[in-house]
């Protein structure tokens, strides 16, 4: 099993930034994992934003995303990061961090055996 905890939401003006956190534990979790960030906004389908290869770094966003986040993570710590920046009105949505074992960077929600609890980013003036 794998436990997954989003941290670093909040509100946050047009322009801004954040940055949320994802810590990562449970006996079964290694190397061989790929991490995602996903969103959905009220009413609207839950849409992938950036996922990670953990052993290697690689990593792959959606367009539009792309330039203004960035996705990261430190081995040592664990954690995923999703930078958020130049954060838009419709960036608004609650935040999944998510993972499955594997090596490929997957785009699907459904591909992702877990998930954490969300965090909601509400950008507004």
């Known amino acids: 099993q794998v436990q997954l905890v989003e941290s670093g939401g909040g509100l946050v003006q047009p322009g801004g930034s954040l940055r949320l956190s994802c810590a990562v534990s449970?006996?079964?979790?290694?190397?061989?994992?790929?991490m995602g960030w996903f969103r959905q906004a009220a009413g609207k389908e839950r849409e992938f934003v950036a996922a990670i290869k953990w052993s290697a770094g690689t990593i792959h966003s959606a367009d539009s995303v792309k330039g203004r986040f960035t996705i990261s993570r430190d081995s040592a710590k664990n954690t995923v990061y999703l930078q958020m920046n130049s954060l838009k009105p419709e960036d608004t949505a609650v935040y999944y961090c998510?993972?499955?074992?594997?090596?490929?960077?997957?785009?699907?929600?459904?591909?992702?055996?877990?998930w954490g609890q969300g965090t909601q980013v509400t950008v507004s003036s």
């Open positions: 449970g006996r079964t979790f290694s190397s061989y994992y790929v």
């Open positions: 998510a993972a499955d074992r594997g090596n490929v960077l997957l785009t699907r929600s459904i591909e992702y055996d877990y």
